[in-house]
């Protein structure tokens, strides 16, 4: 399985941005996709996954601001960022489970500066 991702960027607080990725390669039974992210000096932490029955689970820092979404017809998982704060500041990587296995896809910087 690879993991394409893509967004990301600079924004002020209270802006909006939206990541997505785009899985390939060899994509049946994937179990569960989304997003982890990690801050400088920090451990990665899980921020949304979204299962392949369509269930969702967000980090409590995010609920009510962050939206998961998946597409199993394309395969991309896609997260929606509103109201964002410094704190969430962070290299966003995208996440797939195949069959137990983890998968990873390369870093995108979301960056929440004023």
């Known amino acids: 399985v690879q993991l394409q991702a893509s967004g990301g960027g600079s924004v002020q607080p209270g802006g909006s941005l939206r990541v997505s990725c785009l899985a390939s390669?060899?994509?049946?039974?994937?179990?569960?996709m989304g997003w982890y992210r990690q801050a400088p000096g920090k451990q990665r932490e899980l921020v949304a996954t979204?299962?392949?029955?369509?269930?969702?689970n967000y980090a409590d820092s995010v609920k009510a601001r962050f939206t998961i979404s998946s597409d199993n017809a394309k395969n991309t998982v896609d997260l929606q960022m509103n109201s964002l704060k410094p704190e969430d500041t962070a290299v966003y990587y995208c996440?797939?489970?195949?069959?137990?296995?983890?998968?990873w896809g390369q870093g995108t910087q979301v960056t929440v500066s004023s």
């Open positions: 996440w797939a489970r195949r069959r137990g296995r983890d998968y």
């Open positions: 390669g060899n994509i049946l039974v994937i179990n569960g």
């Open positions: 979204i299962t392949s029955g369509g269930r969702r």
